[in-house]
């Protein structure tokens, strides 16, 4: 299991987050932040602080943002484990799902 950035992070990206992971697992994409599934070490750090109230443990996901999940991992298809988000910056380009979606902001 791991944990989830779902909708509300949609073109907000606070990235409080991000300052709070210690293993230095989410990434940015242009419109949204991802968790990668295999480098999280579910210890749920990232859950309080976010201010938008984005993310979740994978089992909380409300039924609504179930797709988040899959996009989460399938953001990491082509990239793979790259052992931590500060060194590679900004990803350009984000999952299908976000990329359908109209401006949030």
């Not at 990206?13 to 999280?40: F, M, Q, T």
Request: hydrophobic share 35%.
């Amino acid at each position: 299991m791991t944990y989830v950035i779902a909708l509300p992070c949609v073109d907000v990206k606070d990235r409080a987050c991000v300052d709070e992971c210690p293993v230095d697992c989410i990434y940015e994409g242009e419109r949204s932040l991802y968790i990668h599934p295999d480098e999280c070490v579910d210890c749920g750090a990232c859950e309080p602080v976010c201010p938008v109230e984005a993310i979740y443990y994978e089992d909380d996901l409300p039924e609504e943002w179930a797709d988040y999940t899959a996009a989460n991992a399938e953001f990491f298809d082509e990239i793979g484990s790259p052992g931590g988000a500060a060194k590679i910056g900004v990803i350009e380009h984000d999952h299908e799902l976000i990329k359908k979606l109209p401006p949030q902001a």
